[in-house]
């Protein structure tokens, strides 16, 4: 089945504690792309991937790093989580640039940092 | 910078019935491309609609179709007969149109509820 996975779907850490957030798909897609959604904001971009190697910010890259090393893999990295990155996050994927490619996304990491 | 702006946060209506999200965008740009997610209680994220800012025809999609006005940058989802399975949160997004910049800008969303 063709998904975009993330792990894991529920997190509570604490302030200071380096957390990583998965996200996998099984599409040989060449773009993927990580959000957060808080309520009343809708969905901001942290960061995106056209390639493999290539990472460019969204709108709110603060406070989180990411790495492309393989295609299919594209994880969310938070050095020194604070309470202000408290959110529901998801990573999205779609097949290239093309403006036509729809985006498929992942069923969402809920985080808590305390 | 591009922004998007939903300002309805709320909606209600009976089901069969019809109803119309607002959403409103700002970018200085020509091409580029704008979307209707929805959002159920589920979390999921799905795609809706699409629509080209170079295609002045306006996009549909069984029941849900769209009001593109280019000049005026707005873009509203029409949903007809609406039915119990569209309650969801709704975001209207855009995209920008040129190969290297694949960003994405979403509004902050319309909770639509449909009434039995």
């Known amino acids: 089945e063709a998904q975009v996975t993330q792990n894991p779907r529920y997190l509570i850490t604490v302030t200071g504690k380096k957390l990583t957030v998965t996200c996998s798909q099984n599409?040989?897609?060449?773009?993927m792309s990580w959000y957060r959604q808080d309520p009343g904001l809708g969905l901001r971009q942290i960061y995106y991937?056209?390639?493999?190697?290539?990472?460019d910010k969204g709108d709110v890259p603060e406070g989180y790093k990411v790495s492309r090393k393989e295609k299919r893999n594209f994880p969310l990295i938070l050095e020194s989580p604070s309470p202000n990155q408290t959110s529901l996050y998801f990573c999205?994927?779609?097949?290239?640039?093309?403006?036509?490619?729809?985006?498929?996304f992942g069923p969402g990491t809920r985080l808590t940092v305390l | 910078a591009q922004t998007v702006t939903q300002s309805q946060p709320e909606m209600s209506v009976q089901e069969a019935e019809t109803v119309t999200l607002s959403c409103t965008y700002d970018?200085?740009?020509?091409?580029?491309?704008l979307f209707w997610y929805k959002q159920p209680p589920s979390r999921q994220m799905i795609l809706v609609i699409r629509?080209?800012?170079?295609?002045?025809q306006n996009a549909t999609e069984n029941r849900f179709s769209v009001n593109f006005q280019k000049a005026a940058k707005s873009f509203s989802l029409k949903i007809s007969d609406s039915q119990l399975g569209d309650t969801a949160m709704y975001f209207c997004?855009?995209?920008?149109?040129?190969?290297?910049?694949?960003?994405?800008?979403f509004g902050s969303g319309t909770k639509l509820n449909v009434k039995p």
């Open positions: 991937s056209m390639n493999v190697e290539v990472t």
């Open positions: 999205a994927s779609k097949p290239g640039l093309a403006s036509t490619d729809t985006q498929y």
């Open positions: 629509q080209e800012a170079y295609k002045q």
């Open positions: 599409m040989n897609h060449e773009y």
């Open positions: 970018t200085s740009e020509n091409n580029y491309y």
């Open positions: 997004a855009f995209m920008r149109g040129l190969y290297n910049f694949n960003k994405f800008y």
